[in-house]
């Protein structure tokens, strides 16, 4: 069955350390997005690219980076992690039009990232 | 500017009772509109979703929603609550390949 996951799972990490989250997904979509959780403030959107070598920025990209060089992945760099990032950060991807159920995101099982 | 709304930040129901949790909008085009569920510790599933056609759709267990364009709402319902049912409730409006969500309903169910 396609999927979508995320690794690691959870992440302890220091402040000022560069990190990576890693997305892997199986559903060949060509759209795949990160996104933050915190509460009160529901689901915010970090990066998003729509293909291979394409990444563009949302609402709260500060501090993040994306880079996509193939179809099946999409990891997040924190370029120098703070403490502002300690959050639960989701991965998610879905169809281009044309490509099937349109708009619909499937997401992954999150991982949690705590900066000390 | 786009936004979702869900005003209520958390809900108890009875096992039993039926629920209505209320979701407001502002797009400015035709919305494309999404309920998902996340249980405690996991992603989020997509309960239903509207993108046109019967104002009224069905989700998986045993959920719906009705679209309301002259009130900006997409609620959801469900006629008879489960204690599994527990879990926080997102509303989502998207356009062209992106979403913008709600900050979310957490659902407590008393037996």
């Known amino acids: 069955d396609a999927e979508i996951t995320q690794s690691p799972r959870h992440k302890i990490t220091e402040t000022g350390r560069q990190v990576t989250l890693a997305c892997h997904q199986t559903?060949?979509?060509?759209?795949m997005f990160w996104y933050r959780q915190d509460l009160g403030h529901g689901l915010r959107l970090i990066h998003y690219?729509?293909?291979?070598?394409?990444?563009n920025k949302g609402e709260v990209s500060d501090g993040y980076s994306v880079s996509r060089s193939n179809t099946e992945d999409l990891p997040l760099t924190l370029e120098s992690a703070a403490s502002s990032q300690t959050s639960v950060y989701f991965c998610?991807?879905?169809?281009?039009?044309?490509?099937?159920?349109?708009?619909?995101?499937?997401f992954g099982p999150g991982t949690r990232l705590t900066v000390t | 500017a786009q936004s979702v709304t869900q005003p209520d930040i958390h809900i108890t129901v009875s096992e039993g009772a039926s629920l209505e949790l209320r979701c407001n909008y502002s797009?400015?085009?035709?919305?494309?509109l999404f309920w998902y569920v996340q249980s405690p510790g996991q992603g989020l599933q997509l309960l239903l979703k509207?993108?046109?056609?019967?104002?009224l759709v069905q989700g998986i267990k045993g959920f719906e929603a009705e679209f309301k364009r002259s009130q900006s709402s997409f609620n959801l319902r469900k006629p008879s609550v489960h204690w599994s049912d527990a879990a926080e409730y997102f509303c989502?409006?998207?356009?062209?390949?992106?979403?913008?969500f709600g900050a979310g309903t957490r659902l407590a169910v008393h037996p």
């Open positions: 998610a991807s879905s169809p281009a039009v044309g490509q099937g159920k349109s708009y619909e995101q499937y």
């Open positions: 559903w060949n979509h060509n759209n």
């Open positions: 690219s729509y293909g291979v070598q394409d990444t």
């Open positions: 797009y400015g085009a035709t919305p494309y």
């Open positions: 509207y993108f046109s056609g019967d104002t």
């Open positions: 989502a409006v998207g356009g062209y390949n992106k979403l913008i």
